[in-house]
């Protein structure tokens, strides 16, 4: 099997080796099969397609609706929507969770804007018609919980892009583009137990205060989070070999 790509865009080591972590835990996989480029610490080179299975953009501490973007912001923009803008043109397999859905729908003409932003909770999740027949949701109850955590969301899709799921305070919770394309609003490698380490490190940026994170993660773990594990195992035995299907 091709190694697995992960780009990060986390400047604390804490966060981006949690992620990391949460990454290879839920999807079954070693350190030598996701690599990990973190975009926001280096210009990002260019990345050979045909060298992986699969590519995966985890959350970030950026907002594409930032009012203020700094140098690295901006570059990492650069970078990752020029990559993105590759992917969807060679239908190369691709997972963006969190910022990655923002970073995929505005470089493929949607819109991302601060309407649908989520607090930090486990969220229940509707699959639409089209994400019931999904190959990659397949088994995947209806509806599910997963965590999200987010100050904007994907409001108009892009063009081309499918719909697979929705959520009561975000329309846009799952998308697919081409047939290998896909990104997700929520985050399919956090459980409780990593929320609470993520909050306490964003703790005072935007999604919570110190004192909230206790009954967030508490809400959290009162949930079934078991079926949305089943998402990354899933990308990784569908794309994990030469030629998707």
């Given at each position: 099997?091709?190694?697995?790509?992960?780009?990060?865009?986390?400047?604390?080591?804490?966060?981006?080796?949690?992620?990391?972590?949460?990454?290879?835990?839920?999807?079954?996989?070693?350190?030598?099969?996701?690599?990990?480029?973190?975009?926001?610490?280096?210009?990002?080179?260019?990345?050979?397609?045909?060298?992986?299975?699969?590519?995966?953009?985890g959350?970030?501490?950026?907002?594409?609706?930032?009012?203020?973007?700094?140098?690295?912001?901006?570059?990492?923009?650069?970078?990752?929507?020029?990559?993105?803008?590759?992917?969807?043109?060679?239908?190369?397999?691709?997972?963006?969770?969190?910022?990655?859905?923002?970073l995929?729908?505005?470089?493929?003409?949607?819109?991302?804007?601060?309407?649908?932003?989520?607090?930090?909770?486990?969220?229940?999740?509707?699959?639409?018609?089209?994400?019931?027949?999904?190959?990659?949701?397949?088994?995947?109850?209806?509806?599910?919980h997963?965590?999200?955590?987010?100050?904007?969301?994907?409001?108009?899709?892009?063009?081309?892009?499918?719909?697979?799921?929705?959520?009561?305070?975000?329309?846009?919770?799952?998308?697919?583009?081409?047939?290998?394309?896909?990104?997700?609003?929520?985050?399919?490698?956090?459980?409780?137990?990593?929320?609470?380490?993520?909050?306490h490190?964003?703790?005072?940026?935007?999604?919570?205060?110190p004192?909230?994170?206790?009954?967030?993660?508490?809400?959290?773990?009162?949930?079934?989070?078991?079926?949305v594990?089943?998402?990354?195992?899933?990308?990784?035995?569908?794309?994990?070999?030469?030629?998707?299907?």
């Amino acid at each position: 099997m091709r190694p697995f790509l992960l780009l990060g865009t986390r400047a604390e080591d804490d966060a981006a080796d949690d992620e990391y972590a949460g990454f290879l835990r839920y999807a079954g996989l070693r350190e030598s099969e996701l690599h990990r480029v973190r975009v926001e610490a280096a210009p990002l080179p260019t990345v050979d397609l045909t060298a992986y299975s699969g590519i995966i953009l985890g959350g970030s501490p950026f907002n594409a609706s930032d009012e203020r973007k700094g140098e690295v912001q901006q570059r990492v923009e650069r970078d990752l929507a020029a990559l993105a803008r590759r992917v969807v043109e060679a239908d190369v397999p691709f997972l963006g969770a969190c910022y990655g859905i923002g970073l995929l729908g505005l470089a493929m003409g949607g819109t991302v804007d601060r309407r649908f932003g989520e607090a930090p909770a486990a969220v229940e999740i509707s699959l639409t018609e089209r994400g019931l027949a999904d190959p990659l949701l397949a088994g995947m109850p209806d509806p599910f919980h997963a965590i999200v955590g987010h100050k904007e969301a994907c409001a108009v899709l892009p063009p081309g892009a499918v719909l697979l799921a929705s959520s009561a305070g975000c329309p846009t919770q799952m998308f697919r583009m081409g047939r290998h394309v896909y990104a997700t609003q929520f985050h399919p490698e956090l459980d409780a137990e990593s929320l609470e380490r993520r909050l306490h490190i964003y703790a005072g940026h935007g999604y919570c205060e110190p004192e909230e994170v206790a009954p967030i993660v508490a809400q959290a773990e009162s949930v079934d989070l078991t079926h949305v594990r089943s998402l990354l195992p899933a990308f990784v035995e569908r794309f994990g070999h030469p030629a998707p299907a």
